[in-house]
């Protein structure tokens, strides 16, 4: 059994249902994404059309992640579900060198790489992730893609040719799929992202990694002393710096 | 080019969550400046060795052995301040695995460490009789060891190729990072180490023979040379991937990081070469120190945009 994912971004209307979905399931704190929805207009006025792309973790066949962390936190699962063990972590950030999708962050809560797993603790008990079953148009597609006969494989079947992978030339092999996706939304580098104010909200990059609060101190003081409790003034207190990206000479 | 492809596309992000910003940051740069030193006098003392009678560098055989321990434990240091769990940095040894460079680094860098550790215990014993009193079971043991250090050099110098170039590794394993996958970043830590390296022993060279302090200039003087050549076809030679010229663009537009990355190449390779070249003729001895200085800077500078920029762009 390897277990895949499939996303129809003709089908997806940017409903973000599955963003926060996740967000719930899986306690994702503040600041952190296990899944996001990216909006990405193309084109010029009045050709214009704005595409919705659902973004997580591409559990690759051959994951740099899982190569490069040091202690085998980030290992395989039966099912192919590159899954994390956060007691295990010890926070190098390494697989977040790694990852070219990006979809590996620090948890400010524990301080510990985290990401999508496929919602692994659901699939054990015979449920599907919280992603898919929440979605209402049904662009989420998940089962095992080794089975001819699973609604994902035939999906792959019936969309030939049309279906594609992020960054194939990664050697990745992601088991996870887009079909009606074009170079402008699957490929970074192939839209521009101006951090400041756009036409929805204030895009920018986070300044810390991790707790914001969790200086190099408190990492050796906190399993004795404990350290201050998260809550939202932590994260709106963020002052976000949109011009320094520009200062810094980036794009 | 990617303006281009972004012009052609017309496609701009309206919506989106933020971004990770520089994960790796100056710590990580220390560590890398730290490691480059403390293997890099070891390759020096075994060349000046090998050139060389001892009696021409007295101080030769225990400041080495100082200098490497100071930098790797600094190295080790900013390693684990750098983790966010650093009480589970024991979990590399107790938990290794083996595909990823990080582990076996951890593991060459801690053996390094240790055979350091005991040439520093030798080189302080034998040169400093008095040291610990006359009692003290520990300097007693080491001078009447004294031969061990010899036997232990070449397989130092052996070990000190993978501990200095295993960060090109990392830096391969780092997929996501386009800038660091080229093949010429383990030529890149060996420059450094001999750099670094030869910056450091000319600091403590003064009582140095003129020959001895020549060769340090000289190997100063070249490892300067080729690196700055190498960082110059990096940066302006296009055979690289549409993802490391989008990096090279944080240098190559202007801002922060240009300014930061000339400031490195030219105080620690422009300005160092002209005068490593120019002490490798007359033995100036303070224009030579001051070369040593501008090359650590310099290299510091350096690193950390090479280690930074990647981290700017976007991945998804």
Redesign the interface.
Known sequence: MKLGFLVDLSLCMGCKGCEIACKVENEVPL?S?RL?????????FPETK?SFTP?RCNHCESA?CE??????ALHYLENGIVNIDSS???????C????????I??DPET??ADKCTYCAHRIESGMMPACVVVCPVEANIFGDIEDDNSHISRYIMEHKGAVQV?KP??H?SPTHFYVGGG???L????????EGF????N????????DQH?S?LD??LA?FAGHAKLNNDNFTAMQ?NVET??????? | MVENTIHATQAIVTLDVPIQGIVWGSIITVNMWAKSIGTGVVFLAAYLLYRHKKESMPNLRWIMPVIAFIALNVFLFFTLIDLHQPYRMIHIYTHPHWTSSITVGAWLASLFLGLVTVLLLIGVADAFPTLGGKNCKMSALARKNSAVYEKIMPFLVFLAIPVTTYTAIIMAQSSARELWQAPAEVMQMLWAAFMAGSAALILVSGSWSKEARKDLAFVLTIAVFFSFAMYMSEYFFSFKSSEAEATLAFVHAGGAYNVEFWTGMTLGFIIPFFLGLSSIKSDNITLLRLAAILALVGLFLVKDVWLKIPQMLPLS
Not at chain 1, 36 to 44: L, S, T
Not at chain 1, 67 to 72: D, G, K
Not at chain 1, 198 to 201: E, I, K, R, Y
Not at chain 1, 203 to 210: F, N
């Open positions: 600041s994404w996001r929805v990216k909006y990405i207009d193309i084109g010029v704005r973004l740099p190569r490069i962390c040091p202690v085998s295990r972590c010890i926070g190098c950030a390494g977040m060198m790694a990852c070219p999708y990006g979809a962050y620090m301080n510990t992020r030339e990664k990745t170079n402008q939304t490929n970074p580098l192939a839209h521009q992202r101006l756009s036409l929805f909200n895009i920018t990059h986070l300044e810390h990694v991790g969790h190099i990492r050796f399993p976000e990206h520009s200062k810094e000479g980036g794009h």
